[in-house]
């Protein structure tokens, strides 16, 4: 491996491994609401959105859609053997297959509530994959306000699963 | 009214980040939630790390999910902390000792002690699309012959094919996944002392996977994580997010 980055405290060398700390939210986001302790009865913010973000993205729903996109997505690998540089966009266009018509919209609104209408680091994994993404603290912890949908004045209960 | 207005309480709550030692505790100098100040409350040998919030405290945002987790990354930086999850309120200081410090003052205690000088690491894989389409074509007899009957014939002409491809597609891309994971996991899970293994978010991503790693062995940890990645170059792009508070490994028993 690398040699030169053997003496010092090794912070990773290779460049093929994308790196944040918790700064980063979009990363922490489903430990910070899903992992830790608990008292049941005592959580009680309301996570309109945010709830459905988590629970939600989880569930890879497969539909007619999605075979559909697949199937055009693998039509196309001849077009782009030449040319590469296509990828992004179909990249794109699986993404939205993947995550199905259901869910899109609500996540789409939980997203932008959370992380503005810049969601860099998504952006970043479609338009560069395989290649170093690692990112300052100072790039990701630019803070915008929250307002939509996660201000509600109602408060719901998330139990642990009795 | 001026009576019931002195009867009225005090108008905020304790928001709870997360459990630490009492012996040496002091509290982040930076903000939590509401840029209000962070405090040690503490119990026995335990303490609870809060700061006031609302009575009325129901916002979930980007603001305060950051703040909660900037409060015990600082946390984390002096010492071992067992982290809540986020909003977990409770209506004042003396119900932080009757309900969280006191009855489960034992079990929190023990969980400090396992977690001391271990941090938690995530890593997850996502599939470079098109490496991964290109594969499943090259490998499956039945895409590649799908994949070349429907090419060049208009689209409407071959509707059920393409959702018959697309399904095969979907299925090997499955199968791939279920074995990409356990392939990089092992890889890393003697390095650690316990692991988690999540499920994938969407259908690009081949591994979510949370390890509790000791402090001195990160190094060691990272290095082969960086091996991982650089073997999988231009297929999976490897995220690494740490280190962090152990949220995966702490949970409280039911009770009290």
Same mark, same amino acid.
């Given at each position: 491996?690398?040699?030169?980055?053997?003496?010092?405290?090794?912070?990773?060398?290779?460049?093929?491994?994308?790196?944040?700390?918790?700064?980063?939210?979009?990363?922490?986001?489903?430990?910070?609401?899903?992992?830790?302790?608990?008292?049941?009865?005592?959580?009680?913010?309301?996570?309109?959105?945010?709830?459905?973000?988590?629970?939600?993205?989880?569930?890879?729903?497969?539909?007619?859609?999605?075979?559909?996109?697949?199937?055009?997505?693998?039509?196309?690998?001849?077009?782009?053997?030449?040319?590469?540089?296509?990828?992004?966009?179909?990249?794109? +266009?699986?993404?939205?297959?993947?995550?199905?018509?259901?869910?899109?919209?609500?996540?789409?609104?939980?997203?932008?509530?959370?992380? +503005?209408?810049?969601?860099?680091?998504?952006?970043?994994?479609?338009?560069?994959?395989?290649?170093?993404?690692?990112?300052?603290?100072?790039?990701?912890?630019?803070?915008?306000?929250?307002?939509?949908?996660?201000?509600?004045?109602?408060?719901?209960?998330?139990?642990?699963?009795? | 009214?001026?009576?019931?207005?002195?009867?009225?309480?005090?108008?905020?709550?304790?928001?709870?980040?997360?459990?630490?030692?009492?012996?040496?505790?002091?509290?982040?100098?930076?903000?939590?939630?509401?840029?209000?100040?962070?405090?040690?409350?503490?119990?026995?040998?335990?303490?609870?790390?809060?700061?006031?919030?609302?009575?009325?405290?129901?916002?979930?945002?980007?603001?305060?999910?950051?703040?909660?987790?900037?409060?015990?990354?600082?946390?984390?930086?002096?010492?071992?902390?067992?982290?809540?999850?986020?909003?977990?309120? %409770?209506?004042?200081?003396?119900?932080?000792?009757?309900?969280?410090?006191?009855?489960?003052? !034992?079990?929190?205690?023990?969980?400090?002690?396992?977690?001391?000088?271990?941090?938690?690491?995530?890593?997850?894989?996502?599939?470079?699309?098109?490496?991964?389409?290109?594969?499943?074509?090259?490998?499956?007899? !039945?895409?590649?012959? %799908?994949?070349?009957?429907?090419?060049?014939?208009?689209?409407?002409?071959?509707?059920? !094919?393409?959702?018959?491809?697309?399904?095969?597609?979907?299925?090997? %891309?499955?199968?791939?996944?279920?074995?990409?994971?356990?392939?990089?996991?092992?890889?890393?899970?003697?390095?650690?002392?316990?692991?988690?293994?999540?499920?994938?978010?969407?259908?690009?991503?081949?591994?979510?996977?949370?390890?509790?790693?000791?402090?001195?062995? %990160?190094?060691?940890?990272?290095?082969?994580?960086?091996?991982?990645?650089?073997?999988?170059?231009?297929?999976?792009?490897?995220?690494?997010?740490?280190?962090?508070?152990?949220?995966?490994?702490? !949970?409280?028993?039911?009770?009290?």
């Amino acid at each position: 491996m690398a040699t030169a980055m053997q003496q010092q405290p090794y912070r990773g060398g290779s460049g093929y491994v994308a790196r944040s700390s918790s700064s980063g939210l979009y990363d922490v986001l489903e430990l910070i609401l899903d992992k830790g302790l608990v008292i049941d009865v005592f959580v009680r913010v309301s996570l309109i959105g945010i709830e459905i973000l988590t629970i939600d993205a989880r569930i890879v729903i497969a539909s007619v859609d999605t075979y559909l996109r697949f199937a055009e997505a693998v039509n196309r690998l001849d077009l782009m053997s030449t040319e590469t540089q296509g990828l992004p966009e179909l990249m794109d +266009g699986i993404t939205e297959g993947g995550a199905s018509k259901k869910t899109q919209g609500v996540l789409q609104g939980a997203k932008e509530a959370l992380f +503005g209408d810049e969601d860099e680091e998504e952006d970043e994994k479609e338009k560069e994959p395989a290649t170093t993404q690692r990112r300052s603290s100072s790039t990701t912890t630019k803070r915008r306000r929250a307002t939509s949908g996660s201000s509600s004045g109602s408060s719901r209960r998330r139990s642990k699963g009795s | 009214m001026t009576g019931a207005m002195t009867e009225l309480k005090t108008e905020t709550a304790k928001y709870v980040y997360g459990v630490i030692r009492a012996e040496g505790a002091s509290p982040p100098k930076g903000a939590g939630i509401g840029d209000g100040p962070v405090g040690v409350v503490a119990h026995g040998s335990v303490a609870a790390l809060t700061s006031d919030v609302p009575v009325d405290f129901t916002e979930a945002g980007r603001e305060q999910l950051l703040a909660h987790s900037r409060v015990l990354e600082e946390a984390m930086q002096g010492s071992v902390v067992l982290p809540m999850r986020f909003g977990v309120v %409770l209506p004042d200081e003396r119900m932080v000792h009757e309900r969280l410090l006191a009855p489960y003052g !034992e079990e929190l205690e023990a969980q400090l002690q396992a977690m001391d000088g271990k941090v938690e690491v995530t890593i997850k894989g996502i599939y470079n699309e098109e490496a991964v389409l290109r594969e499943v074509v090259a490998e499956n007899r !039945e895409i590649a012959g %799908l994949k070349k009957a429907i090419e060049g014939k208009p689209e409407a002409a071959t509707y059920y !094919e393409r959702i018959r491809l697309g399904e095969l597609v979907e299925a090997a %891309l499955g199968e791939r996944r279920a074995a990409a994971a356990p392939q990089i996991i092992d890889r890393l899970a003697p390095l650690a002392v316990d692991v988690r293994v999540g499920e994938p978010v969407h259908e690009r991503m081949a591994v979510n996977a949370s390890f509790l790693v000791e402090r001195t062995r %990160l190094d060691e940890f990272d290095r082969v994580v960086d091996q991982i990645g650089a073997e999988q170059a231009g297929r999976i792009q490897l995220k690494y997010t740490g280190p962090l508070p152990p949220h995966s490994f702490v !949970e409280l028993g039911v009770g009290v």
